[in-house]
Nanobody
Framework: QVQLVQSGGGLVQAGGSLRLSCAASGRTEGMAWFRQAPGKQRQFVAFNSRSGSKTYYADFLKGRFTISRDNAKNTMYLQMNSLEPEDTAVYYC???????????????????WGEGSLVTVSS
């Protein structure tokens, strides 16, 4: 059993930056960020393999976000820059411990989820 504890998030003005962290209690393989805006479905944001050799982002990010991880600390990060009101959502980290074959952007791939961090971007 792996626990994911998130930190970061909060209220920021449009154009500002925030960093989210996700600390895992044990070893994980691929990790990802998803988000869910009010009244919308959960959507994929970014993925990072354990080695860091595979990194993928949702097309809508336009290079504004950066995913990274520190395996020595079992921690993943999401640096969010140039935030827009449309980025307002609850952000969730997710981790896999066994690759079940689902695509990296599919929530079903992941075994464990964080509790979510609210990010609010004001205009």
């Amino acid at each position: 059993q792996v626990q994911l504890v998130q930190s970061g998030g909060g209220l920021v003005q449009a154009g500002g930056s925030l960093r989210l962290s996700c600390a895992a209690s044990g070893r994980t393989e691929g990790m990802a960020w998803f988000r869910q805006a009010p009244g919308k479905q959960r959507q994929f944001v970014a993925f990072n393999s354990r080695s860091g050799s595979k990194t993928y982002y949702a097309d809508f990010l336009k290079g504004r976000f950066t995913i990274s991880r520190d395996n020595a600390k079992n921690t993943m990060y999401l640096q969010m820059n140039s935030l827009e009101p449309e980025d307002t959502a609850v952000y969730y980290c997710a981790a896999e411990v066994n690759n079940n074959g689902a695509a990296y952007y599919n929530a079903l791939r992941y075994d464990y989820w964080g509790e979510g961090s609210l990010v609010t971007v004001s205009s």
